[in-house]
Structure formats: C-alpha cells, structure tokens
C-alpha cells in the first residue's frame, strides 16, 4: 500500500511538474508582460530597471529554473500586484476566508444532500422523490452567481434581513454559503439516491426483507453501509474546488477570499501569483485525489487499487 | 385480401419501430421534465434563429435620455442604464449563448474525440500519453486555464467560445476512449476486421455510430455548462464586450441597478436559469433514454 501511494504522488510530482513548464510556457507566449508600456508608462529605463529586478530580462528557461528553484525552498516570489509582501503571506491572508466559506459549504452540502438523497431512495417514484430530482436538476443548472443575486434580491433588497456582501460576519456568511452550496448538494443528492436504488436492488437486501427485518434497520445497517462508498469518490475532486473558491461566489459577494486573485492575477500578468495558484490547485486537487483513491480501498475491501499488488 | 394487404404493411413499420433510437424516443418522451425542457430548449433556439425578426429594435441603439425605464409601449420590458430596449438585448442575448452553447461541445468534441478514439484503438504508447495528457488537464480546473487565456489573448466573444472549447476535450475524449476499449474487441469488429474493412472505417462507421448515445449524451450536457461558462466569464467582465449583448454581461451591469430597476438584472438571471435548466433536463433525458441500462 505504501509503495502504492509513493508510486501516485511521484506521477502527481511529475504532472505537476509539467503542468508548471506548460502553464509558464503560456504565460510567456504571449508579447507583453506585467509592466509592459500600455499598463504602466514608464520611461525605458525605468522599465528595464523593474524587470531588471523581477528577473524578467532574463531568457525564459533561466526564468524558469530559478522559478523551480525558488518553489522548491517555499519561495514563491513578490506578486507583482502587491509588491510589499511576498505570495506566500498574500494567499495566506486570503485563502482563509476562502477556506471557512468552502469547508462550510462542503459540511452543509453533504448533510443535506445526504438527507435528501436518503428521503428520496426510501420514497422512490412518490412526489418526495420527484420534487428531489426537480431541486436537484435546478440546484446543478443553475449558475451560482444567478442564485447568488437572487438571494441578494430577495434578502438584502427587498426583505433586508441580510447585508449584500462584505466580510466576515456570520451573518455575510450566510447567502455566499447557500448560493455555494446549492450545486454540490444536488449532486450529493442525486448520487446517494441512485447509488442507493442500486444497492436496494440486490439480493441481500431482498434476503433482509425476506427475513422480516424492519426497513430501517435494512436501510442502515445494509443500504447505506455499501451506498454511501462511492460519495467518497466525488468528495475527494469537490473539496480542491470548493477551497480554491468560486470566483464567482466571492465576486458576487464582495468576499475578500483568493478567488479574486485567480482573475486578477491572471488580468494583471502576475506571474508568481499565478504559478503559485496554479500550483496549489493542483498539489490539492492531485492529494486528495489520491487519498480518497486510498480512503476507497480501505472502507471497501472489494475494491482493488489499479497496479497494486497484494 | 385486403386483411392480408394491410397485415403486410404493418409488419415492416412493427419492425422500424423496435430500432434502438425508437426506443430512446419513447423512453425519452415518458419523461415529462424533459419534454418541457426540450419545448423551452426549442424556444430559446428559436430565439436566437429568429432574433432579427423578433426584436423589436436594435440591441445596441442607446438613448440617455431613457435610462433604467420601467416597461412601456416603446420599450415593452423598459432600458438598461444606458437606455437600451431591454427585450432587444435579451433576444439577441439568445444569440450570443447559443453560439457559445453550441460551439463549446463542436469544438470539444472535434478535439476529444480523435483523441479519445486513437487511445482506445491503438492501446499501448497511444493510450498511455493520452491519459497523461488527460492527468495532467484535469490538474487545474477549466475555467481557470480559460480565465488565464482570456487574460493573455484578450476577450470577446470568438475568444471565450474558443478557450471554453479547447478546455472541454477532456470529457470526449476519456467517453470516446472508453467505448473504444470496450467495443474494438466486440463480434461485429472482429467481423468487420475479417473482410478487409480499413481500420478507419472501423473506426468512425462501426464503433463510432455505436458510441453515439453517450457522446451524444456529453455534447448536449455542455450545452448548459458553455452557456454557464460564458455568462461567468461576461459576469466578470472577460466574456462578450459591449455592445454585443450578453445575459452574464447583462447581470452584472444591471446588479448595480437591483433597487432601482430590478427587472434589468432579473430577467437576463431568468433566461440563463431557464436555458441552462431546460438544456440539463434534456440531457438528463437523453442520458436516461439512450443508456441501455438505463433505471425506471
């Protein structure tokens, strides 16, 4: 098993080492670059002084190398945005709040999801179910930002119970959370709905019946047991994109977190912002990725990891 | 003679009517939500098709001195804050996200599914650098590899329908090659196989017609993630540029304006939330009539 894992997170350090050359590579495509003359018109040398500093005179694969080499010490270099502090301490100001929305979505989504998924598998073809499924088609389809101003709309506007936006009260926490939440929570739903029609079909679970053993023991000691398996799978890919934060969301909401970041960083051409964001997403997404693989394997023992040998 | 006669013609049209796509339709038609979704899915196609002829005015002619009116005879769902006929804006806002819609998928699907299909026939060194390839795009999520093209290479609409199509191959792809595997070792391949037919006839007339319901199935679910792609990235000011009508543009302009004039923001929300719906309700019903272990 150990070998197993050594094994994925030495190809995820290889993706994620391509993915940087990829991502730097694109950046630099492009003619222009953070201080170019139409975003700051400086005199030349001016100019050449400031991308003296950055290193930007420099040929890209220089540019590279000690980019890497910076990344791999825990320095991720000056944003250009905001130069008097370094990415590491701006991402850490930010990310926070990013983290305390997405981890509070991720809770609330699941609970409910669950809850409702379980509702409409026990009462399969009543209204409960059918109103599930409608809820849940809305909750996906619909973008959060719409859902977001609607909320705006409704609660801040018109009723004005709630503040439009800002940060970090729990009451500014609430419409961002719900908007957010919608979508994960119908898709939670939908899963634990169908995955649990597909246990509820099998053999043992008609055996239980058959024995005389009360529903809701079936439903909890047999249904959910295997059911709620294969939640694990969407959970681990839901979390990195819940916790980069939704653009959208935070934009909608006025919300300080590092979603901002991903749209200015990338407007503003700023390169160490944008490798670092780059970065982190993928160590997350590539991590969880993994463990919830892992988590797999060990919460069912039916599951055979794909190479690893026993 | 005529009882047979007319037994006679029956008996082909009974025949016609067990073919796979017949079935899809009518597992596909006892499914209400669906029709409803296609109904207002053919509304909004429409829509776009025919916005010359149904917008009362042009979408981008702004008059200062009428701005964020209510509704009137002139304009029947009133201006925006600079004085455009609104109805004209959302119609030809139609327009705009069917083209994204439908572009987004054409392009994903142009590029995935050669792709997907060349790593599920040829197998080995094919098949391992299209997974990689697959790794390493599903490292960093669609719409921030989108927003980082958009910055670089600038917005406006052939843009964003451009990188919002280059960044959904993924999909096509991982589906063209999983059905590939599955069907290149099928009877009627290794029949086809046994006659001489060229592979890539193989390829694109016999396995690629047999893998048409769950392509299909993915192209008509990105319908409604391109039209929420573009109203995200419009929403934040990189998508379609005035004056160019937009709903996710429309949404943000009129989100100012929530108090003073609700309906600007309301009804571009309406028609993204209905179009986005519906497109997903008739994809969900394809996906439940064209999936041959499909759950009553």
């Known amino acids: 098993m150990l070998a197993y894992i050594a094994r994925r997170f030495g190809s995820l350090l290889l993706t994620m080492f391509v993915l940087s050359i990829v991502i730097f590579a694109l950046m630099h495509s492009v003619p222009g670059g953070p201080f170019s003359f139409s975003k700051q018109p400086l005199p030349p040398f001016a100019m050449e002084n400031i991308n003296h500093k950055y290193g930007l005179d420099k040929p890209i694969w220089q540019q590279y190398l000690s980019w890497l080499w910076a990344a791999l010490h825990g320095d991720f270099g000056i944003p250009f945005e905001s130069p008097t502090e370094t990415v590491t301490s701006l991402i850490a100001r930010a990310w926070p709040i990013t983290i305390r929305v997405g981890l509070l979505t991720i809770t609330l989504a699941y609970v409910f999801g669950l809850f409702f998924g379980i509702v409409a598998a026990i009462r399969q073809n009543t209204w409960l179910d059918s109103a599930m499924t409608f809820f849940a088609t809305l909750g996906i389809a619909l973008p959060n930002f719409v859902i977001g101003f609607l909320l705006i709309e409704i609660f801040a506007v018109q009723l004005q119970w709630l503040p439009t936006g800002g940060c970090c009260s729990t009451k500014q926490f609430i419409m961002p959370v719900i908007a957010y939440m919608l979508a994960p929570m119908a898709g939670v739903a939908r899963y634990t709905r169908t995955s649990m029609l597909e246990v509820m079909r099998t053999e043992y679970v008609t055996m239980g019946r058959a024995r005389g053993l009360p529903e809701w023991r079936i439903v909890r000691r047999y249904v959910l047991r295997t059911a709620l398996i294969p939640l694990i799978t969407i959970l681990g890919p839901a979390i990195p994109d819940v916790l980069t934060g939704s653009i959208f969301i935070e934009s909608t909401f006025a919300l300080p977190g590092l979603g901002s970041y991903f749209t200015s960083a990338s407007l503003q051409r700023d390169y160490p912002m944008i490798m670092a964001l780059v970065v982190m997403v993928c160590v997350l997404w590539g991590t969880l990725y993994v463990l919830s693989d892992v988590a797999y394997t060990l919460v069912d023992p039916r599951v055979r990891l794909e190479g690893l040998q026993r | ?296």
Not at chain 2, 44 to 50: C, G, Y
Not at chain 2, 52 to 61: D, F, M, Q, S, V
Not at chain 2, 151 to 156: D, E, I, P, T
């Open chain 2, 1 to 296: 003679m005529s009882i047979i006669a007319a037994s006679a013609a029956v008996a082909p049209r009974r025949h016609a009517r067990s073919s796979p796509w017949r079935d899809a339709w009518r597992r596909y038609r006892r499914n209400r939500m669906a029709l409803i979704g296609g109904v207002i899915a053919g509304l909004v196609l429409s829509i776009a098709l025919l916005a010359p002829i149904l917008a009362p005015g042009g979408y981008e002619y702004s008059n200062l001195a009428e701005t964020l009116k209510g509704p009137s005879p002139q304009h029947l769902l009133g201006t925006d804050a600079v004085g455009r006929d609104l109805l004209s804006r959302l119609i030809y806002g139609a327009r705009t996200s069917m083209t994204v819609g439908f572009l987004v998928p054409l392009i994903g699907a142009l590029i995935g599914l050669p792709i997907g299909a060349a790593a599920g026939w040829f197998g080995k060194a094919v098949d391992f650098i299209t997974l990689r390839l697959i790794e390493l795009a599903t490292a960093i999520p669609a719409i921030l590899l989108g927003l980082l093209l958009i910055a670089l290479y600038g917005s406006g609409l052939f843009h964003v329908t451009l990188f919002l199509g280059i960044t959904s191959w993924v999909g096509y792809a991982r589906i063209t090659r999983a059905q590939f595997i599955s069907l290149r070792e099928r009877e009627f391949v290794t029949a086809a196989r046994a006659i001489g037919t060229p592979a890539w006839r193989i390829m694109f007339l016999h396995i690629l017609r047999n893998a048409a319901g769950p392509i299909i199935i993915i192209f008509v679910l990105g319908i409604p993630g391109a039209v929420f792609g573009e109203a995200g990235y419009s929403f934040l000011g990189l998508g379609v540029q005035d004056p160019i009508p937009s709903w996710g543009k429309m949404i943000t302009d009129g989100g100012q304006y929530l108090q003073l004039a609700p309906l600007v923001a309301l009804l571009p929300m309406l028609f993204v939330g209905l179009t986005t719906l519906s497109f997903s309700f008739v994809g969900d019903g394809l996906r439940d009539a064209l999936d041959p272990n499909a759950q009553e």
